[in-house]
């Protein structure tokens, strides 16, 4: 019975040493890592706009091409006023790319009406990617340039890990895109939260911006992903 009891202890004993160890060991990686979902991948974008109301007439770009800075994208057939009792005219107005890139959006389709200021296509370089990350205010001190970051992205068609390094903390991270001109995208910061601009390596994949994904800091060299 004595024995038992002896054993009974020590295995609690052990129990209890390992939850402990466990406790700790999580609760430093709390201390040495940052995590957020609260992140996505972002470019340099520009959205080509109707410059009146009119009818898309043309559209010569696809969903995935690339295209040259001043490239025509699509034609847009616009009302114009007549001279004097003549009917209003109809002038064939090209929309060109403001940068080279790829096309990310096209938010119409041949013969849509258009009204003015209206999104045709969206164009992003996808040669300058980053990620935005929102991390939490009381965590900021603690992140610092230069630091590896994991990103993961998890999508319908990819579920990989990529890597990358903080570039940028709070800031000038977060822009506007104006309207019908280059812009960086933006991922505005919820309340108590920083943005970060972190760099990724796509490694040959083709990776868009607006994706959601995973970010995790490392801040102690020490520490396991």
Do not use: C
Not at 187 to 208: F, K, N, W
């Amino acid at each position: 019975m004595g024995n038992r009891i002896r054993v009974l202890v020590g295995v609690a004993v052990a129990v209890s040493f390992l939850l402990l160890v466990l406790v700790g060991y999580f609760a430093w990686l709390n201390i040495a890592l940052v995590d957020t979902m609260h992140a996505r991948i972002e470019a340099p974008m520009a959205q080509v706009r109707s410059p009146g109301i009119g009818r898309v007439a043309e559209l010569h770009v696809e969903l995935g091409d690339s295209v040259a800075e001043y490239e025509s994208l699509a034609s847009i057939e616009v009302l114009t006023a007549g001279s004097g009792q003549g009917a209003p005219a109809r002038l064939l107005v090209p929309l060109r790319s403001p940068m080279a890139g790829t096309v990310v959006d096209t938010a119409t389709q041949v013969n849509d009406i258009v009204v003015q200021g209206q999104t045709v296509a969206t164009i992003a370089d996808l040669d300058q990617l980053w990620v935005t990350a929102n991390i939490h205010q009381t965590r900021i001190p603690q992140v610092r340039v230069g630091q590896p970051v994991r990103i993961r992205v998890r999508t319908r068609t990819l579920r990989r890990t990529f890597w990358g390094w903080v570039e940028q903390v709070g800031g000038a991270a977060n822009t506007a895109l104006q309207p019908g001109g280059v812009a960086a995208t933006a991922s505005a910061p919820r309340a108590g939260e920083v943005a970060v601009r972190i760099s990724i390596d796509p490694a040959g994949y083709t990776l868009y911006p607006g994706m959601m994904v995973e970010a995790r800091i490392k801040l102690d060299p020490r520490a396991l992903w």
